[in-house]
């Protein structure tokens, strides 16, 4: 082990002093809070702006308050159908008895508007057909026989929350700890036979398999590192970021106290197995350049599983699904996150399938590490 | 005759499918500066490499100090130090720093490592660049880091790849000087190169290998024999096989 150790504290020593290393730590630390600031803006304006409609004819008395009041801001045109394709975001012309919408739902504000107006509309039909029984006598209970009382098990505002966690958190901590290995690991691979140290370092009486181990410590250190830089400038933005909640109040978004240790479980054993995969194929390649091309390709294997809880988030494969590396990770980080409990069986078959892919690329790692053509061949 | 410091015995080894030694055998003994001479390509390197455990023969023995590079590679390790033909140095760590971490890995520690890292670096005069980073190094300067590295742990077996290839005449000269003084502490000094001058200089033993085979071997003067230099000699030698 003393050997292991010796490599561990010369490898982190010299990617401490690598600007390729800490500035991929430092943008990552840097990028995610901004990115996060950004989406939160946009999502703030979007949800305030006012929108434009267009109109002709008469407006129905009392429903140009409703519709101010949801932010539709009215304006006059002479043809609303030909004003909905540029001038305004909905063109609406009021007829007697009818009233004909006009919108492009390529448009997201056209979207958006439409929306409001079929609420606002539906609120305005409600209250119209309530006066007039109220006017003849009866009880305007009538219009709703079956009375809905819904019982929400978690608050629909921390639902939101972990929705938006449940997606981006996995991808952060993926990606962050192959960003922040993938210098560290082809220096440490491509780079020493790049630059011509391999063969002094492989003439020490160190053994190949505890230098790769000290290899692979450094790396894996310096991956979480990484990981941790960049969920902890998340977690700092997240509390400058608030969703609006019932009655006018806001609501931090915070992470559910199961997904804690899970997270740090996780983002472990992928950095173990990130390491040793990453270290493999530098190993492979003759030149850190050589390196970056095989490593590449890994991102976006790795950003696949993320993607797939954005655009199916209720997927609930059976277990065996969680044998599929890095995909694993996801969900199970996904359930701790959304439902605040961690689901044993998964937990351990990800557990054995994160280490085996660690211990297979280990392996690999070392049967490439002692290979002779590792060194007669340049 | 004493045990020799290396003894390789029918050494073959086949690369890809070029057979780059076909029963090579010479021995070096302790106190001797022995000089591996051939054109490029003959095999020098690979026999070098066999000899330091980077490679594995496909044929025949080699023991080092009684060990064998196939039974206990990491005692033969232990007992040599090797200054190979590419000067690699790590270049974000400092000149010492680049000694002591090969240091370490021979097992040297604690006020033992400050000691020899100390002794070495006076030894080669190296004290002025000591905290420099080796990636501001001259080659000439980074050559001395290397020879500094494979001898801190003092082994009983040096072996220099072609180490002047790459220098001035400057940094040659002090090259040459520590293989003499290496020789001097009674150390067997195995050094390869293709520089003839160099080698009759030096070498108080020489084998001579062309195309993977043995061509002569022996003393420096029984292989030069009646030629006007070693030179000469080799070339003669290369020419008729």
Same mark, same amino acid.
């Given at each position: 082990?003393?050997?292991?150790?010796?490599?561990?504290?010369?490898?982190?020593?010299?990617?401490?002093?690598?600007?390729?290393?800490?500035?991929?730590?430092?943008?990552?630390?840097?990028?995610?809070?901004?990115?996060?600031?950004?989406?939160?803006?946009?999502?703030?304006?979007?949800?305030?702006?006012?929108?434009?409609?267009?109109?002709?004819?008469?407006?129905?008395?009392?429903?140009?308050?409703?519709?101010?009041?949801?932010?539709?801001?009215?304006?006059?045109?002479?043809?609303?159908?030909?004003?909905?394709?540029?001038?305004?975001?909905?063109?609406?012309?009021?007829?007697?008895?009818?009233?004909?919408?006009?919108?492009?739902?390529?448009?997201?504000?056209?979207?958006?508007?439409?929306?409001?107006?079929?609420?606002?509309?539906?609120?305005?039909?409600?209250?119209?057909?309530?006066?007039?029984?109220?006017?003849?006598?009866?009880?305007?209970?009538?219009?709703?026989?079956?009375?809905?009382?819904?019982?929400?098990?978690?608050?629909?505002?921390? $639902? /939101?929350?972990? %929705?938006?966690? !449940?997606? =981006?958190?996995?991808?952060?901590? &993926?990606?962050?700890?192959?960003? #922040? @290995?993938?210098?560290?690991?082809?220096?440490?691979?491509?780079?020493?036979?790049?630059?011509?140290?391999?063969?002094?370092?492989?003439?020490?009486?160190?053994?190949?398999?505890?230098?790769?181990?000290?290899?692979?410590?450094?790396?894996?250190?310096?991956?979480?590192? $990484? /990981?941790?830089? %960049?969920?902890? !400038?998340? =977690?700092?933005?997240?509390?400058? &970021?608030?969703?609006?909640?019932? #009655? @006018?109040?806001?609501?931090?978004?915070?992470?559910?106290?199961?997904?804690?240790?899970?997270?740090?479980?996780?983002?472990?054993?992928?950095?173990?197995?990130?390491?040793?995969?990453?270290?493999?194929?530098?190993?492979?390649?003759?030149?850190?350049?050589?390196?970056? $091309?095989?490593?590449?390709?890994?991102?976006?294997?790795?950003?696949?599983?993320?993607?797939?809880?954005?655009?199916?988030?209720?997927?609930?494969?059976?277990?065996?699904?969680?044998?599929?590396?890095?995909?694993?990770?996801?969900?199970?980080?996904?359930?701790?996150?959304?439902?605040?409990?961690?689901?044993?069986?998964?937990?351990?078959?990800?557990?054995?399938?994160?280490?085996?892919?660690?211990?297979?690329?280990?392996?690999?790692?070392?049967?490439?590490?002692?290979?002779?053509?590792?060194?007669?061949?340049? | 005759?004493?045990?020799?410091?290396?003894?390789?015995?029918?050494?073959?080894?086949?690369?890809?499918?070029?057979?780059?030694?076909?029963?090579?055998?010479?021995?070096?003994?302790?106190?001797?500066?022995?000089?591996?001479?051939?054109?490029?390509?003959?095999?020098?390197?690979?026999?070098?490499?066999?000899?330091?455990?980077?490679?594995?023969?496909?044929?025949?023995?080699?023991?080092?100090?009684?060990?064998?590079?196939?039974?206990?590679?990491?005692?033969?390790?232990?007992?040599?130090?090797?200054?190979?033909?590419?000067?690699?140095?790590?270049?974000?760590?400092?000149?010492?720093?680049?000694?002591?971490?090969?240091?370490?890995?021979?097992?040297?520690?604690?006020?033992?490592?400050?000691?020899?890292?100390?002794?070495?670096?006076?030894?080669?005069?190296?004290?002025?660049?000591?905290?420099?980073?080796?990636?501001?190094?001259?080659?000439?300067?980074?050559?001395?880091?290397?020879?500094?590295?494979?001898?801190?742990?003092?082994?009983?077996?040096?072996?220099?790849?072609?180490?002047?290839?790459?220098?001035?005449?400057?940094?040659?000269?002090?090259?040459?000087?520590?293989?003499?003084?290496?020789?001097?502490?009674?150390?067997?000094?195995?050094?390869?190169?293709?520089?003839?001058?160099?080698?009759?200089?030096?070498?108080?033993?020489?084998?001579?290998?062309?195309?993977?085979?043995?061509?002569?071997?022996?003393?420096?003067?029984?292989?030069?024999?009646?030629?006007?230099?070693?030179?000469?000699?080799?070339?003669?030698?290369?020419?008729?096989?």
């Amino acid at each position: 082990m003393r050997e292991s150790l010796i490599v561990y504290r010369k490898e982190l020593q010299e990617i401490l002093r690598d600007r390729r290393t800490l500035m991929a730590i430092g943008l990552a630390a840097l990028v995610t809070p901004l990115v996060l600031l950004v989406i939160s803006r946009v999502s703030a304006t979007t949800a305030t702006q006012t929108y434009t409609v267009g109109y002709s004819g008469d407006i129905p008395t009392g429903l140009d308050i409703l519709l101010r009041a949801t932010s539709l801001k009215l304006e006059p045109v002479a043809d609303p159908a030909a004003a909905a394709k540029a001038m305004v975001d909905l063109g609406v012309a009021f007829l007697p008895g009818q009233i004909d919408e006009y919108y492009d739902p390529s448009r997201q504000g056209a979207q958006i508007a439409d929306v409001r107006l079929q609420t606002v509309l539906g609120q305005y039909e409600a209250a119209q057909a309530a006066a007039a029984l109220q006017s003849r006598g009866i009880d305007p209970g009538i219009l709703t026989p079956i009375h809905l009382f819904t019982h929400p098990l978690s608050s629909p505002v921390q $639902a /939101a929350s972990n %929705a938006f966690l !449940s997606f =981006f958190l996995p991808y952060i901590l &993926i990606t962050m700890i192959l960003t #922040g @290995g993938f210098s560290a690991a082809l220096d440490s691979s491509a780079g020493e036979r790049e630059r011509r140290t391999l063969e002094s370092l492989l003439l020490t009486p160190a053994s190949r398999s505890r230098v790769l181990l000290g290899k692979i410590g450094a790396i894996t250190t310096i991956s979480l590192v $990484a /990981a941790v830089a %960049a969920i902890g !400038s998340m =977690f700092v933005a997240l509390t400058q &970021i608030s969703i609006p909640g019932p #009655g @006018g109040s806001a609501t931090h978004i915070s992470l559910s106290p199961a997904a804690f240790p899970v997270m740090v479980w996780l983002a472990l054993l992928i950095a173990v197995s990130f390491s040793a995969l990453t270290l493999a194929l530098g190993t492979l390649a003759k030149s850190f350049r050589q390196g970056q $091309a095989y490593v590449t390709p890994l991102y976006f294997i790795t950003i696949l599983p993320a993607s797939l809880i954005l655009f199916i988030p209720d997927f609930n494969p059976s277990l065996a699904y969680y044998l599929i590396p890095i995909l694993n990770a996801v969900l199970v980080l996904r359930d701790a996150i959304v439902h605040d409990t961690v689901a044993w069986p998964a937990l351990a078959v990800t557990t054995i399938s994160l280490l085996a892919t660690g211990a297979l690329s280990w392996f690999a790692a070392l049967r490439l590490f002692t290979r002779e053509s590792l060194l007669t061949k340049t | 005759m004493s045990r020799p410091a290396v003894a390789v015995e029918r050494l073959e080894k086949t690369l890809g499918s070029n057979q780059v030694l076909r029963g090579i055998s010479f021995e070096a003994q302790a106190g001797e500066i022995f000089g591996l001479l051939g054109p490029n390509g003959a095999g020098k390197t690979t026999t070098l490499r066999i000899i330091c455990t980077l490679l594995s023969p496909d044929g025949g023995t080699v023991e080092v100090l009684g060990f064998g590079t196939q039974t206990a590679p990491e005692e033969v390790r232990r007992r040599i130090g090797v200054v190979t033909a590419d000067i690699g140095v790590y270049p974000r760590l400092s000149a010492r720093e680049n000694i002591e971490y090969f240091a370490m890995l021979c097992g040297l520690s604690g006020s033992d490592l400050t000691r020899k890292v100390d002794g070495v670096v006076e030894r080669l005069d190296m004290g002025s660049f000591m905290k420099q980073r080796a990636e501001s190094l001259s080659s000439g300067q980074k050559q001395k880091v290397a020879i500094a590295r494979a001898i801190v742990h003092d082994p009983e077996v040096l072996m220099l790849d072609e180490p002047t290839s790459n220098l001035d005449v400057l940094a040659s000269k002090e090259v040459r000087e520590f293989m003499v003084e290496a020789k001097g502490r009674g150390k067997s000094v195995i050094f390869s190169t293709h520089v003839m001058h160099d080698a009759e200089r030096l070498c108080d033993r020489v084998t001579i290998i062309h195309h993977g085979r043995v061509v002569a071997s022996g003393p420096t003067d029984e292989v030069r024999g009646e030629r006007r230099d070693l030179e000469d000699a080799f070339l003669a030698l290369v020419e008729k096989t």
